[in-house]
């Protein structure tokens, strides 16, 4: 069956451009969650949604992130006045019904230049 | 805070030989533990979680709470296992995954 999608798979941003990014979770998920994961590093949460709801968004490194899922099924990313710093890949995971089981997506590989 | 560290950047075996993939936990509450591979060119994928205590592709990984350890474990290593290994801690209270940096295990003939 179909996995978690990611858009674009790669992105490429001048610094001070705005970005979204796309997920759509597997069908009928509940949970949804997005990690960035630098260069040589594990992925590291960012936000967290149960449906439409962001339950937790306590990993967005700045008020520049900023996630939705209005629907409660796809959900975008964005990162305005995007910086060198935010340069990264971008994961989308959805999980239901355990949240620990988590079903990544291919993930958007981000260059701010 | 929960922290997970994983000691080695690398890990490079000869086919055949036992594989060890170190991972140690911080953690005050009740954990769980799971282990999550990236192969070549393929995304992140669940390898194992603690509670279920099952083998899968022959490794085996028993949680250590007296030494808050979760080690990755298979007896003899295969050119399939060549792979990017993450341990992970999954505290349903944030309903997050906190991961570590990752082990790239290298199987060599």
């Known amino acids: 069956g179909a996995g978690v999608s990611q858009s674009p798979r790669y992105k490429v941003a001048k610094r001070g451009q705005d970005v979204a990014l796309r997920c759509d979770p597997i069908s009928g998920h509940v949970s949804l969650f997005w990690y960035q994961q630098a260069l040589g590093q594990g992925p590291e949460f960012l936000t967290y949604f149960q449906n439409e709801a962001q339950l937790d968004k306590s990993g967005l490194p700045s008020d520049r992130f900023f996630a939705e899922r209005p629907e409660g099924s796809v959900s975008t990313l964005k990162i305005q006045r995007t910086q060198q710093e935010d340069s990264a890949v971008y994961l989308c995971?959805?999980?239901?019904?355990?949240?620990?089981?988590?079903?990544f997506g291919p993930g958007t590989r981000l260059t701010v230049t | 805070a929960q922290r997970v560290t994983q000691p080695e950047k690398l890990l490079s075996v000869f086919k055949g030989a036992p594989v060890e993939l170190k991972c140690n936990y911080s953690?005050?509450?009740?954990?769980?533990l799971f282990w999550y591979v990236q192969y070549s060119r393929q995304r992140l994928q669940l390898l194992l979680r603690h509670i279920s205590r099952e083998s899968i592709k022959g490794f085996t990984a028993d949680l250590n709470k007296g030494e808050t350890s979760f080690h990755l474990k298979k007896p003899f290593a295969q050119e399939e296992d060549s792979a990017m290994y993450y341990c992970?801690?999954?505290?349903?209270?944030?309903?997050?995954?906190?991961f570590g940096t990752g082990t790239r295990l290298q199987v060599t003939l």
């Open positions: 995971a959805s999980s239901s019904p355990q949240p620990y089981e988590q079903y």
């Open positions: 953690y005050s509450g009740s954990p769980e």
């Open positions: 992970a801690l999954y505290t349903g209270t944030a309903s997050k995954l906190t």
